[in-house]
């Protein structure tokens, strides 16, 4: 399975070149930390390993099936027909183990609606052979995509290992589709390409028959063989103590063994053989077999291995017999059994496995093994010298000499034993930077300085952090024509009616959130909401995370940019789409004081309970806690890109007709799909029940070049967009500009109210962030404009059209403004008048 070996040739040169061979043996886990994002998105696969059947235009060639870039996406030249025959193919040069893909549509900008709702995946681990990929249940077809800027995952149950892979895009009918791909996994340094095997028997119990077969092999069957594949006995997936029970859901009793009768065998061994790459050299290997003894099924007596160094050399001779320990024999549970080989090379190995019982059950088979012939001198100076962590498989490059292949035993152990006292002093030093940062780590839980956290636990990144100023013009650019409503003129500030509370200061104040003065995301979840039974949220370990910014701080607590090095080391963790091997995971951190009230703790604990619920391509994840001591944290993603105001507040409105300019530029289409993004995210908030209470720009994470919007609650606590929140008497604080006029006088938050929020979102968008909304009104003045919405008697102020929006969406906005909340549009209704836009201009 993905545990299989992995290698690492360290080679120094001190006064002479000594070749040194160090196997390293990777955690025999599940394939959960295989899945890496291998390189499509940022250019580590390089446009040349992508090509395709076809093309539509030199904009939609097979390598804008990476990044989106030229016109959106890999577009075949023709229409696609249901049988499907254009491909998008991807060559990764040598054998990976492929956990999941990724597809999205083409974007184009906003302009493009081509997807791909369904497709194939075929793949070959020699560019001769191709195979077609199928699930546990025999299906083809792998669903796609419902539109074109939602990214869609899928899991590969059972895994691909391959060298190249293809996409067949796929259609109900004849039409055009687009298509974005991305591959998760790694490389497959355990070499193996095939192994050749018995087919697996059933075994009948009292009603039940048990299907011991290997379902998933991809070679060929034949006269009771199959052979050319790779299948079950390598598809990282351990099986039970009970065999009948399966880790697998919908599938049959068995599943996670291949397992052989004595008695339908007709002999008393299972003979296996192995086919790699090539030459390796073979120092162990392990076997995870069952031993339900009391149902005739005990792990293999003894193993018998033959060693065939190239595939027209003679097998070695005699065969190396591994007796198999006796002790626990009498335990049904299962096991993995390791054999030691001795360190014979061999590129084919034949072992045979001789029964203990009336069954042999075999779930997976592994080898520590190292590449023979590859060995090239590392000049240790203080340039080039590699950490431990950084060793990793490597091959020759041209100009470097190549030592010769020294069979030797004594280099061998020379090899060996420096190799283990390297690897111990890594691990020694792993420990005490670990120990070294828990102190750090325990400073932090006092204070909470920044000065100390950056000082002491900050590491040299190219991370961006958007960190600008942000200022607002005091008067708007005057926009053509007359909206049909009042401008923007600063009303005279009549006294409110003394039935009208002038600040609804306490009821408005319900969860805190962790900045203390926080009044965002109040939801009324129900028992029998959707989603209510959440999945308790993993504890990450402090140590993970590394401080980068603090964002903002309030009464009780504060909110960090951090990152995660290695977020594949946590298996618990559900990192997300964009993340690659090697390249931290950015978070944000929000933190509460230990010296915080009881209250306050009662609210954060909330808030985690209520954020762990909220599960939607288009809102910030809570990804995990660290609650087990003080103090309390909770981590959410945080976008790279930062947040949509000041994405869009750096760029100019796309004109074709005017002249060019080197100001990064957004079209409208663009915007629109944007909007409907974030139409999405609330509809789904919605039917939960749950009250933003705070959305705008500020609070909407943007991911760039995928324009892939998400719901956040950061904008409060970020000193950058104080202006946009108005202080009541000292304590809690309002962003006024986006509020209904009923949260202002009278502290309702409802669905409608943050309907009224998205409407002052999409005036933000639609102008580009150019301008704080009413920035020519106070704040006083925008409560007072508040009661005269209360009043209704023509003297409210709405905001005015913005140039670049048609009279038809600045009617949804006016809509999203009404006095009455009943009358407001639901967010289903708003994305999908969006969605509709977005359609008609393209």
């Not at 020699?126 to 199928?134: H, L, P, R, S």
């Not at 004849?174 to 355990?190: A, F, I, K, N, Q």
């Not at 607002?472 to 003129?489: C, E, F, H």
């Not at 604080?733 to 202002?744: F, G, N």
Request: glycine fraction near 8%.
């Amino acid at each position: 399975g993905i545990f299989c070996v992995g290698e690492c040739f360290l080679s120094l040169s001190l006064s002479l070149s000594l070749s040194l061979s160090l196997p390293i043996s990777p955690n025999p886990s599940s394939t959960a930390q295989c899945r890496y994002a291998l390189g499509m998105e940022d250019g580590t696969i390089p446009d040349s390993d992508i090509t395709a059947s076809s093309a539509w235009s030199d904009s939609t060639e097979a390598k804008h099936g990476s990044t989106g870039e030229g016109d959106g996406a890999w577009c075949p030249a023709g229409a696609v027909f249901p049988s499907g025959s254009e491909y998008l193919q991807i060559d990764l040069h040598k054998l990976h183990f492929l956990a999941l893909v990724g597809t999205q549509g083409r974007h184009a900008d906003g302009h493009g609606q081509e997807f791909a709702r369904s497709y194939r995946l075929r793949y070959s681990r020699d560019g001769e052979k191709w195979i077609t990929w199928k699930d546990r249940w025999g299906q083809d077809v792998v669903s796609g995509n419902e539109n074109t800027y939602d990214i869609v995952l899928k899991d590969l149950g059972p895994p691909i290992v391959a060298r190249m892979v293809r996409f067949y895009p796929l259609a109900d009918r004849v039409m055009s589709v687009c298509l974005r791909v991305e591959l998760y996994g790694c490389v497959w340094d355990d070499g193996l390409k095939a192994y050749t095997a018995p087919v697996g028997h059933v075994m009948q119990l009292p009603g039940m028959p048990v299907y011991l077969n290997d379902s998933t092999y991809d070679g060929s069957t034949e006269q009771g063989m199959q052979f050319g594949g790779l299948g079950q006995l390598c598809d990282g997936v351990l099986g039970g103590d009970d065999f009948i029970q399966t880790k697998e859901l919908r599938v049959w009793p068995g599943y996670d063994y291949l397992g052989w009768s004595r008695e339908a065998l007709g002999q008393g061994s299972v003979d296996i053989e192995f086919h790699f790459e090539r030459p390796r050299v073979f120092h162990n290997m392990q076997v995870h077999s069952n031993n339900r003894h009391t149902q005739g099924v005990r792990v293999f007596s003894k193993v018998e291995c033959l060693f065939k160094p190239g595939i027209l050399q003679p097998w070695s001779s005699p065969a190396l017999t591994l007796p198999v320990p006796l002790e626990d024999l009498k335990d049904p549970s299962s096991r993995p059994i390791s054999l030691p080989l001795g360190g014979q090379p061999a590129q084919i190995l034949r072992c045979k496995f001789y029964f203990a019982d009336r069954w042999l059950l075999i779930s997976e088979i592994s080898f520590l093994s190292g590449r023979k012939l590859l060995f090239f001198p590392l000049f240790l100076s203080s340039n080039n010298t590699a950490r431990p962590s950084e060793f990793a498989a490597v091959t020759p490059r041209p100009g470097l000499p190549v030592a010769k292949d020294d069979s030797s035993n004594t280099a061998i152990l020379i090899g060996c034993l420096v190799g283990i006292i390297l690897l111990l002093l890594a691990v020694i030093a792993v420990i005490l930077w670990r120990q070294y940062w828990k102190k750090i780590l325990g400073k932090a839980q006092g204070s909470l300085s920044s000065d100390e956290l950056r000082v002491h636990l900050s590491v040299p990144s190219d991370n961006v952090v958007i960190n600008n100023t942000h200022s607002y013009s005091s008067q708007p650019p005057p926009y053509p024509g007359s909206p049909p409503y009042p401008s923007l003129s600063p009303p005279v500030s009549p006294p409110l009616p003394p039935s009208v509370p002038h600040y609804a200061e306490a009821d408005i104040v319900s969860l805190q959130g962790v900045s203390g003065n926080n009044t965002y995301a109040v939801p009324a979840l129900a028992s029998s909401s959707p989603g209510a039974d959440a999945a308790p949220l993993p504890e990450l370990p402090r140590q993970c995370l590394i401080f980068k910014e603090k964002l903002g701080e309030g009464q009780f607590g504060e909110v960090h940019l951090c990152e995660i090095e290695n977020p594949q080391d946590l298996p618990t963790l559900e990192f997300p789409f964009n993340v690659r091997k090697g390249r931290p995971l950015l978070v944000a951190v929000k933190i509460l004081r230990p010296d915080a009230s009881k209250n306050a703790r009662n609210d954060f604990l909330k808030e985690v309970k209520i954020l762990s619920r909220l599960k939607d391509p288009n809102i910030i994840r809570l990804l995990g806690v660290c609650v087990s001591s003080d103090p309390l944290c909770m981590v959410t993603e945080y976008m790279e890109c930062g947040d949509l105001n000041q994405y869009l507040s750096h760029r100019v409105l796309l004109d074709k007709t005017g002249p060019s300019h080197n100001t990064p530029t957004i079209s409208y289409p663009a915007l629109i799909s944007m909007a409907s993004q974030i139409a999405s995210g609330m509809k789904f908030l919605s039917s939960l029940n749950f009250v933003h209470r705070d959305l705008a720009t500020r609070n909407c994470l943007d991911r760039g070049g995928e324009r892939h919007i998400k719901i956040a609650d950061f904008g409060m606590s970020r000193n950058l967009y104080a202006g946009d929140y108005y202080r009541i008497q000292g304590r809690a604080v309002l962003p006024i500009r986006w509020m209904a006029w009923e949260c202002i006088l009278m502290g309702k938050f409802t669905t409608a109210s943050d309907v009224w929020a998205f409407g002052v979102t999409l005036w933000e968008m639609l102008s580009i962030c150019q301008e704080q909304p009413y920035c020519n009104l106070t704040d006083e003045q925008v409560i007072d404009n508040a009661g005269e919405f209360f009043r209704d008697q023509g003297r409210q102020v709405y905001l005015s059209r913005p140039a670049v929006c048609p009279q038809g969406l600045y009617e949804l906005m006016l809509s999203c403004w009404n006095r009455d909340c009943k009358l407001r549009p639901t967010f289903a209704y708003i994305h999908s008048f969006l969605t509709e836009d977005q359609m008609n201009s393209c």
